[in-house]
């Protein structure tokens, strides 16, 4: 049972955004899941905490972090970053911008360390779609697949009694249908659905779901832009911008919708379905 200290920690940062109305426009809304997308070494969550405490930041990392992979030293009137630390409360993390080494981190920018170690070229292996694929059915997820209008990539069923179903179209690649998988299982997990919910088989472990009561239009952004994160980790080029600018009129579309919930759930995904173990090897090769 969440104590009073974590019940008050889950709205925080919820309600410092939306306190602020330099987060209640589109443009400010786009720029802050790009930074958010752009990190992959630590999580969504810790990144969106360093963007509340300087959104100028070019690329972020602990001292051992800096030290091991880049040879890179922390000056010493460099500013600290809080985050969160794994096995403790908390721990720090500096800017590039911050860190010396043979080259100046000007030298060491402009030599490629801003491109995407993380890039996969726009494609999904099959055996990653597969293997997603698997893992929901563990979980009681049924997927199938159906010929629908070229204008509907899915959706998911919002009974509340019984397994979820995912319907994907059989139109499009399957970097498109990936998209769309993840685009409804992000229904799923931000509560859009009414499933309380799910259990593996086998080990019958429960993942309880919190559940939420939203307009359409605060969960199809909340969705969407769980699939630009996930998307964007994996290299794949979506037309997120877009379909979120559709759903984004004034500001009071942002109204509802919760970062906190958006990042919860797409760092939930990532690691339910182990897309950071894809990200291992090519992270190797860089």
Not at 162 to 184: D, L, M, Q, R, Y
Request: charged residues 25%.
């Amino acid at each position: 049972m969440q104590n009073k200290n974590q019940i008050i920690d889950k709205f925080t940062i919820d309600d410092l955004l939306h306190r602020s109305w330099i987060y209640k426009n589109s443009e400010a809304f786009f720029k802050f899941f790009n930074f958010i997308g752009s990190f992959h070494h630590y999580s969504r969550y810790n990144t969106m905490l360093v963007y509340l405490q300087n959104e100028a930041v070019t690329f972020f990392g602990g001292k051992s972090f800096w030290k091991k992979r880049f040879e890179r030293g922390v000056k010493k009137d460099a500013r600290p970053y809080v985050i969160l630390a794994p096995m403790g409360p908390v721990m720090l993390v500096y800017d590039v911008m911050d860190t010396e080494g043979e080259e100046t981190a000007e030298e060491f920018l402009r030599k490629g360390f801003g491109r995407n170690p993380f890039d996969v070229k726009g494609e999904l292996p099959k055996e990653m779609f597969d293997r997603a694929m698997e893992i929901a059915n563990s979980f009681g997820i049924k997927i199938t697949f159906q010929d629908t209008s070229i204008l509907k990539g899915g959706h998911i069923t919002t009974i509340i009694k019984g397994n979820p179903e995912i319907v994907i179209s059989t139109n499009g690649t399957i970097e498109v249908k990936f998209a769309t998988f993840i685009h409804e299982l992000a229904h799923l997990f931000l509560g859009h659905t009414g499933h309380p919910k799910l259990t593996k088989e086998n080990d019958k472990k429960e993942i309880k779901i919190f559940q939420r009561k939203l307009s359409r239009s605060a969960e199809e952004l909340e969705a969407e832009t769980v699939s630009f994160l996930l998307s964007k980790k994996l290299g794949l080029e979506t037309n997120a911008a877009e379909y979120i600018a559709a759903y984004i009129r004034n500001e009071s579309d942002l109204i509802e919708f919760s970062y906190e919930s958006v990042i919860k759930a797409a760092d939930r995904i990532d690691q339910l379905f182990k897309l950071s173990d894809f990200n291992f090897n090519i992270q190797k090769q860089y």
